[in-house]
């Protein structure tokens, strides 16, 4: 454990039934920080962030908060702000009356023209000034959120907590609202935990994405790394896509499609096994003796989205530039390749 | 879609009969109300100005409200906090409770009364005489409609969730029911109660097998004597239930969670 | 979410107050039923053994038979249709005809006699003295009941969506309502059947006073008579009511359905 | 109108009080052919579906199919395979009855063991071969989107109307549904109108994209034109994101952020306007002198997608390929200059 956590999780431990949603779980966040945890249902994400916020008692472990022990202490003492999957605005109190909600329970009352000062601020930084009398049912769902983030923020909490807060929404909503979240988050400066399992969610907002399963983190990195060097093959094939192709193992590097690429840490060491590609690492030329086929084209914007099927009858998908793609149709025979990357190779 | 059916017929027709079926009572209510005695020619509100001076309806009728107060309370001391605390901690309850609360439904009154006979019996001799006593079997007939109203508003809510925001914001468990959650299901709580309030000045089945006074019983008894003084109180008591259904949700913030109910 | 209320004892108390009130009036019909008269000892069945003896009895049983299919035919020629078109076609009318249907659960049963007494004078010297004459009554008390329970199985699914898509399949309109929505709201129109029964066959006020000897005004006659054979019949009455309320949903596909419903 | 169109709307009206739903509609789709149609909500896309398939009647205009006018023929005649928004299984039945019902509506009702077996060749065509008995309460979003396709196509439709089928499913069963559609369209072949609100969805699917607002086609055109070459600033500004910067134009060619580069048709043809910049058509390098800063990253696997604050205060929002954002943090000075590619410019 490193001394200088702001957010230490120590060996947190919750069974439910058989189920272990947490098996000696340790995370360490520092100050101002955002980091994203990812995985699929059941992993424990939730019941990690729910621990944090006091919601969830622990069959065992410890939670720190700047170095102080606050695993016993009641939700209404913790000082965090949390922002539910679910609408969470309470329904009877308009935009800013929600959001004046926290600073009115504070054991020291803030006076009533500081409060609605506050609201304001909060308001006017999550972008709904203008909303400060609507109820919640007359705002749509991204706007219910924007006004839960500014409830929560308005508490100055010692962390910030989000479960899931897009899920909820449709994609461009999303979209807008997490590029905002990271800004106002960047802005104020508070240490945030966020819990997701949209993997493209989670590496778009995050400053290191932790990967969940079975109660445990499998591995916590930086985007980047996490994408282009997984340690597991869970990871592998959890955070973005991969297409499986048969591959040779040999001293540190592998031959796929023909290809000599080096492997990446965690992968086999020797023998034949499945390396893990994504989409983007292939190199795709039209060649009419081209060992391969076009099923499909999707244009994504800068690149495309191409389904091919490969003379073994194995169908991938490859992502190229689009200006690569313009003499590329369906149908067009064309020869596949990669790209001199490090690659995941697992056992089979 | 286009079910096929002239609309414009159907329409009539549809809100000819429900015109018919509603309004027909009222209107024959006043009617008879007003109408004067014998050959006397002339409308006159006899009937409706000697509603006061009956001593038998002024004491039946503080009565009934007293049974409606008390029914009330075990509403919200009993009712309210059972089906809150079983939608939040034992949602696999909610079916069978459902189903036991709709059981008062199915028991004809006079099956109640047969049944409870007896207990009536003991209390009237060991506890007291007062037709107060009937709150106790009026809490179990309201239940039906107190459960539906109730679960609905929670199932319109995510309730938890409200309440564990509500926590991480620093609220305490009390302020937590008493600032969240039953605000929040206000709508629910008071059909709720104007339905029971309803229901306990209009019954006449039980209290007049079990032979308590009630509003109803004596209305009817009144109404061997004088009829039109009889209609005249059903017309004022139907009225003031009609009064209390339009007028409770009065303040904008209640309009804005009905609204929120309907959308 | 804690709600820090001593969890175990408020179960007890619940579960122990909810028996109370429902067990207690079931045991005691079924003690007071097979009691002995006077000293005799031992129980007996010989109330139950009269019912079938009780020619009065057997007569009001199918007058209110024969009410209740009335009923259940207006349901499902004029309510059933009017709830799916304003549903589908007159969205804005929802809540006013919900208000409205609620109307007769907040007009007591004496002023619903009083207004409509002058209606029945009138059908019974002109068209028939059957007790039947009151299935328009009855037709009316259970819209409160039948409308909800239709509009909150209509709530459920999107209806209009399901139509269309019948209809792009190449279903005709009859099809679609018959083969479609009709089936696809099957339980709510049952619980509306349900309810409908249970009320139809343990209604007394309106029945009493218009003076029609409907079953529970022939049970309260024979229990001036003799109790015990009006307990038992009402005992009768209630677990046939409860019978049907449990066995309606038979088939697995009424199950997938109704579990649908709970989800 | 081409004589080769298998379906065509000819000049379709319909009003809703004053609201011009459809005001003078015209569209072919060719055979075999899978048209999406993008806008926003009001537009009129969902109108003109709905009037394909005979469930919205017109004020004017006419619909041929195969060269036959079907205008007034009802819905149930029409032989239309139609995918709605909301779940639209029939809940009553299991996924195999609803996948017959089509059929046993069919004046020639084929046989009891013919309707099994293309229920169950269908249902393996969407996967699902082994969900046949699943009732649709049983069975998640994505799973009875895809019974009601295999529903749709049961009929053998004339014409297959997607009428925005994935708006209710989450993220990532969206993208992997939509692959799936239009492998299966690519296989059946059947001619497809495809309604959305999604432009990702929209530029991802279909071999056209017709932009619609108040009631007509703006623009239809293959995705990767409809990205790179917009007639309007309307179609540039919904289609893809863009950064909004100051541009002045003469001969054809526009001087943004000190960079020449040529205009697009519809552009304004001399003065001040605003360029219209995909975050893509950027270049960033770290420079100590730059005129601008790093405010946020978002690693989005293959691409960085950048927030950039501008000396001038703006922000824009650029992307680059990981690999050359590897050396960018937030708060890094950089300098922001422009590919040479064809921009459009819209006056202010």
Known sequence: MSTSAYVQLVNLSKHFGKVRALDGLNLDIAQGELVALLGPSGCGKTTALRALAGLQDLDAGSILVDSKDITFVAPNKRNMGMVFQAYSLFPHMNARENVEYGLRMKAHRSSSSNRKKRAADLLELVGLSTHANHFPHQMSGG??????????????????LLDEPLSALDAKVRTQLREEIRRIQLEVGTTTLFVTHDQEEALGIADRVGVMRGGILEQIAAPAELYERPLTSFVAEFVGLTNPLPAKVSGGSAEVLGVQVPTVAGSITTGSGLALIRPEWFKVEASTSGNAKIFAVSFLGSTCRLTIDLADGARIR???PSAEASNLGIGSNVKVTLKSLPVFVKGV | ???????????????????????????????????????????????WKAIGEQEDLMSSISVSFAIAIIVMLLLFLLVVPTVIWVHLRLPKLRRPLELICLLPLAIPGIVIVVGIAPLYRWISIHITESPISLAGVYAMLILPFTYRSLSAALALVDISTLAEAARTLGASTMRTIFGIVMPTIRSGIMSGVVISLALVLGEFTISSLLSYDTLQVVIYLLGREDGKIAVAVSLAALLFVFGILFAIPTTKRQRAILDADIA
Do not use: C, H, W
């Open chain 2, 1 to 47: 879609m286009k079910l096929g059916i002239p609309s414009r017929i159907f329409k009539v027709f549809i809100i000819g009969i429900t015109t018919l079926y509603l309004a027909g009572p009222l209107y024959g209510m006043i009617d008879f109300s007003t109408k004067p005695l014998g050959n006397e020619g002339g409308r006159s509100l006899r009937a």
């Open chain 1, 143 to 160: 706007q219910q959120q924007r006004v839960a983030l500014a409830r929560a923020l308005a508490i100055e909490p010692n962390v910030l």
């Open chain 1, 318 to 320: 490859v992502q190229i």
